[in-house]
T-cell receptor
Framework: TQLLEQSPQFLSIQEGENLTVYCNSS?????LQWYRQEPGEGPVLLVT?????EVKKLKRLTFQFGDARKDSSLHITAAQPGDTGLYLC?????????????FGKGTKLSVKP | DTEVTQTPKHLVMGMTNKKSLKCEQH?????MYWYKQKAKKPPELMFV???????INESVPSRFSPECPNSSLLNLHLHALQPEDSALYLC??????????????FGPGTRLTVL
């Protein structure tokens, strides 16, 4: 069974601070997606990383896929209150799980003005 | 168009009611999904349709019945639900089998309350 450990589970910071969210697994993923979800809404896809060692930037957000494609991180620079939300990582499995997403438990981020 | 739409946005139903949730996408994706999400938890996969055929049923009770009338539409028929079925129901679509990776696009969800 493929598992994805996401940390931290909760993060409360002040506006302007930097933060990093981690997703780790002992399994290899063919791709990994990061989503942001507001309460009562569906997850919105932020980025997909596919290649080991890949780094993608989306404004103040930097996403990295580990060389072995078993882990990923999301770094936010100078967080703003608009970044508040639930961040989910989801890995696409291999074999019997191919095409299905294995979700981390999420990181609930609160950015205070 | 990268949008997945879901109706209704909110639904309140009694345990003896029959209702349906609807999902639509026009991205040409041939895979569609139903997820259930409880508060502060990640989405849990319920069903996967691939090329309009049910390919995965994650041991979901028979009171949930999915239907895929065509490649753009996905329904979830509900009957005799229990209060513990109250949750946010999410639909997603993806280019599974059409692309080298399978990023999923989610709809806004239906907030279901079972009384």
């Amino acid at each position: 069974t493929q598992l994805l450990e996401q940390s931290p589970q909760f993060l409360s910071i002040q506006e302007g601070e930097n933060l990093t969210v981690y997703c780790n697994s002992s399994s290899v993923f063919s791709s990994l997606q990061w989503y942001r979800q507001e309460p009562g809404e569906g997850p919105v896809l932020l980025v997909t990383v596919v290649t080991g060692g890949e780094v993608k930037k989306l404004k103040r957000l930097t996403f990295q896929f580990g060389d072995a494609r078993k882990d990923s991180s999301l770094h936010i620079t100078a967080a703003q209150p608009g970044d508040t939300g639930l961040y989910l990582c989801a890995g696409e499995g291999y074999g019997g799980s191919q095409g299905n997403l294995i979700f981390g438990k999420g990181t609930k981020l609160s950015v205070k003005p | 168009d990268t949008e997945v739409t879901q109706t209704p946005k909110h639904l309140v139903m009694g345990m003896t009611n029959k209702k349906s949730l609807k999902c639509e996408q026009h991205m040409g994706h041939r895979a569609m999904y139903w997820y259930k999400q409880k508060a502060k938890k990640p989405p849990e996969l319920m069903f996967v349709y691939s090329y309009e055929k049910l390919s995965i049923n994650e041991s979901v009770p028979s009171r949930f019945s999915p239907e895929c009338p065509n490649s753009s539409l996905l329904n979830l028929h509900l009957h005799a639900l229990q209060p513990e079925d109250s949750a946010l129901y999410l639909c997603a679509s993806s280019p599974r089998g059409q692309s080298s990776y399978n990023e999923q696009f989610f709809g806004p969800g239906t907030r279901l309350t079972v009384l």
